[in-house]
């Protein structure tokens, strides 16, 4: 699929998003058509479907039924964004709004509708909740990899579209090559995308896991994480041990040892048990001495 040619989605949302505020518990007539003028409608909540391309999974029932308590109190300040679909209305930005007005019981909702492409919808619908910050890490992760897979992206254009950095976007979609186990840690909240960044950085996957459900269990920080990790990858000292002082007696043997091979002699003793190692320089030296055992036998 070709990326879209215009990559500055990102700072067109401003004006996407900057229109009149609309109050559904004072709306008559009049104001219905006052508001068509602004380019806002009033849809009916059932033509709605949601955006099959909304990077955002997981919606929190509690703040769900927050923001629905709010609507039937002050009404849905903010207009919903669709776009047309085969039948009724797709929603391009604004589904957790739509779902708070399913739920405080509205008939129809304010909305704007706009004319976008698949690849201007999703892209729409992936930079709307970055900004609102709405995304859990992992689905902004995923989102962000799609912007890429599905688009052609480069993490350069990605980083300009959503308004974040070029190493935010690298350790964003490192998430994506954590275990499984690990994203659903983050999806639950148990984990935060710092913690994750910093266990991303342990090759085993296995060793990751372990490392998750410690610092799960212990409640530890990223600091005490990045500390353990840190420990763990430090090189080990070695330990350095004094060669044994030689006896007198075994540097005798050794210079007798000598004299009879017609060269350096080492003799490694631990214990009752020890070894002799003859040194040669070449070939014909060691065809020399291989002569010489064999005359001694």
């Not at 964004?81 to 019981?105: M, P, S």
């Not at 990751?208 to 459900?213: H, P, T, V």
């Not at 994480?225 to 050794?254: C, G, L, Q």
Request: glycine letters at 6%; one cysteine or more; charged letters at 35%.
């Amino acid at each position: 699929m070709a990326a879209p040619k215009n990559r500055g989605l990102g700072k067109g949302l401003e004006a996407l998003f900057s229109n009149s505020e609309i109050d559904t518990q004072e709306i008559s007539v009049t104001k219905k058509e006052e508001s068509e003028e602004k380019g806002i409608s009033f849809i009916n909540i059932n033509e709605i479907k949601p955006n099959q391309n909304q990077p955002r999974k997981s919606f929190n029932e509690e703040k769900l039924e927050e923001l629905a308590a709010s609507i039937i109190e002050n009404g849905l300040i903010q207009p919903v964004i669709l776009r047309k679909a085969d039948k009724g209305y797709e929603i391009v930005a604004g589904e957790r709004r739509w779902r708070a007005c399913r739920k405080a019981g509205l008939k129809e909702i304010p909305c704007i509708i706009r004319e976008f492409t698949d690849e201007q919808n999703m892209l729409i619908a992936i930079i709307e909740n970055m900004q609102r910050e709405d995304l859990n890490p992992v689905e902004e992760a995923e989102g962000l990899n799609q912007m890429i897979v599905n688009f052609g992206m480069t993490q350069e254009q990605v980083s300009k579209s959503v308004g974040k950095s070029r190493p935010y976007i690298t350790n964003a979609l490192r998430l994506l090559k954590l275990p499984s186990e690990i994203r659903e840690m983050l999806l639950a909240n148990q984990l935060s995308a710092g913690h994750a960044r910093a266990i991303a950085g342990i090759g085993d996957t296995e060793k990751q896991i372990q490392l998750a459900e410690y610092a799960i269990k212990e409640g530890l920080s990223v600091r005490e994480i990045e500390k353990i990790i840190k420990e763990e990858n430090a090189p080990k000292k070695k330990i350095s041990r004094k060669k044994a002082e030689k006896s007198a007696d075994v540097r005798k043997v050794e210079d007798d040892l000598k004299q009879i091979m017609g060269t350096k002699v080492n003799l490694n003793q631990s214990g009752k048990k020890g070894k002799i190692e003859i040194e040669y320089y070449s070939r014909d030296e060691l065809e020399r001495l291989i002569e010489l055992l064999k005359s001694l036998g």
